[in-house]
């Protein structure tokens, strides 16, 4: 379970832990909560735990010393775990730093859990590739693409009109656009309805989230831009709908807690209990469905202009944005001023042998991912 100390992580270890006895559980990786990484380790059981940073080795060792759990630092040894020859892996990283641990896992055969949405939008067609290649399965975690994934079982993707993911407006659905300048970090990492780790938080505040998300539908169902729509949806219990050539609209509906959708990967092709909650419709009432807002969220045009222009722009789409939001974090930048730095590395970087141009291969996706990490700084530093 790679990332197994963060939000989506922790969601899997509590499904894992409370049927211990149905699993045999390889390995664990996190980064600096040593402590949590370490108990999990010996509450799961786990053959191996991994943390991605060598600095915290020894801490590691302490912490396990004694319990048989054998112990790795640094971002190789996080690669290696993927080597191990298990059924199911959990991708649970966030950021790009996923995206070698995740194809290391689809090379040996693995069925992959896929939360790290940075991966697909960073290299999607690599990462399909190297699952087609190696005849391994990759299953969506991120609560729209499970749905969308559920909606479309035994269905025929040529009866397929679109894909629609909701969105909850975030944090500032109801801010006044031109306060929005203003949003500080606090403000922007609190969610209306999930809880979930502090960055994805503020990247559904400036649906920088629903953006990634889009080019992810794009990449793992493989539909074109014009097929994927987004559509504000406060309550967060309609995760998408898949709209077919006779108009029927398949929805997925559940409450906003990502157990399910890992639950759902992990018990793949079958159904099987989770502890969630179930809903209560006529408690619930009514839905509201509205369509989004596109000058306060200039996070969706940049998709619409990634998925257009393929190649390497995911990549520096992606690496734009987590540098800008590191940006936002350390106080360098104001929060509208994320989207003004992804969309000016863009622009950067699309020109001279621009994105389409170069063969994508995972060595000229790392290196578009640094480069975009050095423009999107270069272009920050302007605007602080
Ligand atoms: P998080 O920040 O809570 O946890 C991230 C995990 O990755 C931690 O275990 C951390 O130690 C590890 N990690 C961080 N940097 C790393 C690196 N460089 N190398 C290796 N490991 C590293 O994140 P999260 O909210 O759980 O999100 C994880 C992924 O799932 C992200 O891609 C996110 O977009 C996606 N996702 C999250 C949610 C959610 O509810 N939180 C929902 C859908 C999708
Ligand atoms: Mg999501």
Not at 144 to 159: K, N, R, Y
Not at 225 to 237: D, K, N
Not at 261 to 270: C, M, N, Q, T, V
Not at 281 to 303: H, N, Q, V
Request: proline letters at 3%; one cysteine or more; aromatic letters at 6%.
């Amino acid at each position: 379970m790679f990332g197994a100390t963060g939000s989506v992580g922790q969601s899997a270890v509590d499904l894992i832990a409370r049927d211990l006895d149905s699993y045999d559980v390889v390995a664990l990786t996190g980064g600096r909560n040593i402590a949590k990484l370490a108990s999990d380790a010996i509450a799961l059981r786990a053959n191996l735990a991994v943390t991605c940073y060598p600095d915290c080795y020894d801490e590691l060792k302490d912490a396990l010393s004694g319990t048989g759990i054998a112990v790795a630092a640094g971002d190789t040894a996080i690669a290696e775990a993927a080597t191990h020859h298990v059924d199911w892996a959990l991708s649970a990283i966030i950021g790009s730093a996923g995206l070698v641990p995740g194809m290391t896992a689809l090379e040996h055969g693995t069925t992959l859990a896929l939360a790290n949405k940075e991966s697909l939008v960073t290299a999607g067609p690599l990462l399909m590739a190297r699952a087609k290649a190696a005849g391994a399965t990759i299953l969506p975690v991120d609560s729209e693409h499970s749905a969308v994934f559920q909606a479309l079982v035994g269905e025929d993707m040529a009866a397929v009109e679109r894909v629609i993911i909701t969105a909850s407006g975030g944090a500032f659905r109801d801010w006044p656009k031109d306060q929005l300048a203003t949003a500080t970090l606090a403000q922007a990492s609190s969610h209306p309805n999930w809880d979930m780790g502090q960055r994805i938080t503020i990247d559904s505040a400036s649906m920088f989230n629903k953006a990634m998300e889009l080019i992810e539908t794009k990449e793992f169902f493989g539909v074109p831009s014009s097929m994927i729509e987004v559509l504000v949806h406060r309550e967060s219990l309609i995760h998408a709908m898949v709209g077919f050539n006779d108009g029927a609209l398949m929805a997925h509906v559940g409450p906003p807690d990502m157990r399910h959708a890992i639950g759902y990967a992990l018990h793949w092709p079958d159904r099987k209990h989770l502890p969630v909650e179930r809903l209560d419709l006529a408690k619930i009432g009514s839905l509201t469905f509205e369509a989004p807002d596109e000058d306060r969220y200039p996070a969706l045009a940049l998709a619409r202009f990634v998925m257009e222009t393929g190649g390497l722009a995911g990549a520096v789409f992606n690496a734009a944005k987590e540098r800008a939001l590191d940006g936002f974090i350390a106080g360098d930048i104001g929060f509208l001023q994320m989207s003004a730095v992804v969309a000016g590395t863009l622009d950067k970087m699309s020109s001279g042998d621009g994105l389409q141009l170069r063969d994508m291969t995972l060595d000229s996706v790392l290196e578009a991912d640094r480069l975009a990490r050095i423009y999107a700084g270069e272009i920050m530093k302007k605007l602080g």
